[in-house]
């Protein structure tokens, strides 16, 4: 962990809040259904966008993070920066990269494989987004057996339309071969609103990338802060290049609360 003072970029502005969702604002539900944000997120939420450009960025589908959220005004990010829309959108456009349609039918194709192929597994759940989708297998009685037959039911497909298979916790992603990533897109969501200082908080693998971006940006004059949220399964490499740990979803949203007091009191 590199040492500095962790709150010298909330006094920055234009200032940027980037917040994953899924083990960081609310805590881990053993259906992606069954999540819910953390109490007192929201009122959070809605205080911080009195100062500052909050954006919301998920694996999740643009629309189910945001219906997940539920607060006006701020930038919904989905399926890891594929797809955006600034506001709920509800009612406002999502915008989707335009590289990302071309595979929009294969990786639907691979999702009806994986359930038609794999409805023997009890718990197997395929959820899927505008491009692309998530196989979780967290319900799956025998988790690396599942884990096993979906990677071995779909490697040789999603190799064959250049598809992207991803692993996250309980989890094998499809992704378009797209140069995609929290990294990609917390690095455009920083020049869309002008941000002088950014605060990014994850706690999953696919967060890496968005925590490697804070010390890019960092390099290039904009104060960056990364929150890791740590869980007992926590990536050892996420930890190492946080600027900042804290304990499960209650310990970030401590935080939240104490940058939204500092905030209020600039
Ligand atoms: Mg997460």
């Not at 590199?2 to 539900?29: C, E, M, N, W």
């Not at 539920?70 to 829309?85: A, D, K, P, R």
């Not at 505008?130 to 196989?135: C, E, N, S, Y």
């Not at 946080?242 to 600039?266: F, K, S, W």
Request: charged letters at 20%.
């Amino acid at each position: 962990m590199t040492t500095h003072q962790p709150f010298a970029v909330l006094t920055k502005r234009p200032l940027a809040l980037v917040f994953d969702i899924d083990g960081t604002l609310s805590p881990i539900a053993p259906t992606p259904d069954a999540a819910r944000l953390y109490p007192g997120v929201t009122d959070l939420l809605k205080q911080a966008r009195q100062y500052a450009h909050v954006a919301i960025m998920t694996g999740r589908a643009v629309a189910d993070g945001a219906a997940m959220v539920n607060v006006e005004g701020l930038t919904y990010i989905g399926t890891h920066g594929l797809e955006w829309c600034d506001g709920l959108p509800t009612t406002h456009t999502v915008h989707l990269i335009p590289e990302a349609t071309a595979y929009i039918d294969p990786a639907n194709r691979l999702l009806d494989l994986a359930e038609q192929q794999l409805s023997d597994i009890p718990g197997l759940i395929v959820q899927r987004k505008q491009v692309g989708g998530t196989v979780h297998y967290r319900l799956a009685p025998d988790a690396e057996q599942a884990r096993t037959r979906i990677i071995a039911l779909l490697e040789e497909p999603a190799r064959q339309t250049h598809l992207r298979l991803s692993e996250g916790k309980r989890m094998v992603e499809v992704l378009a071969p797209l140069n995609i990533n929290k990294g990609e897109a917390l690095r455009r969501y920083v020049a869309h609103v002008q941000a002088q200082g950014v605060v990014f908080a994850g706690d999953d693998r696919t967060d890496m990338d968005a925590v490697i971006e804070t010390a890019h940006l960092r390099a290039q004059g904009i104060e960056g802060l990364a929150i890791v949220v740590q869980h007992e399964d926590t990536l050892p490499d996420l930890l190492e290049h946080a600027d900042l740990v804290v304990e499960e979803v209650p310990g970030m949203v401590q935080l939240l609360r104490t940058i939204v007091t500092q905030l209020a009191a600039h």
